[in-house]
């Protein structure tokens, strides 16, 4: 069992969305699980990126969005709800 301290943590923000990854390959043995805890502020948006390794799963807390699914297709979220997204499938379009 491995412990993630507060300090091995890392974050970084944008435009009122501060992104911390409190399990990924560089804080952790594992090479294929990374959790992000990600908080968007009212209004923002998280610029359009791709997880082509990787497979990704949104839950919200609190609060409510709109992923976008690329296609035209999106996915409404709200506090206790969660969203996946299939590896290497960009969630924009």
Not at 36 to 47: D, I, L, S
Not at 74 to 93: E, M, S
């Amino acid at each position: 069992m491995e412990i993630i301290r507060r300090d091995e943590v890392g974050s970084f923000a944008n435009g009122g969305v501060t992104s911390e990854q409190l399990l990924f390959p560089e804080n952790s043995r594992s090479q294929r699980v990374t959790i992000t805890r990600v908080t968007v502020a009212p209004g923002a948006k998280n610029p359009p990126h791709a997880h082509a390794a990787s497979e990704q799963v949104w839950v919200a807390l609190r609060g409510s969005g709109l992923l976008l699914l690329g296609g035209c297709r999106n996915c409404a979220i709200r506090g206790r709800r969660c969203c996946a997204l299939c590896g290497g499938r960009r969630p924009w379009p």
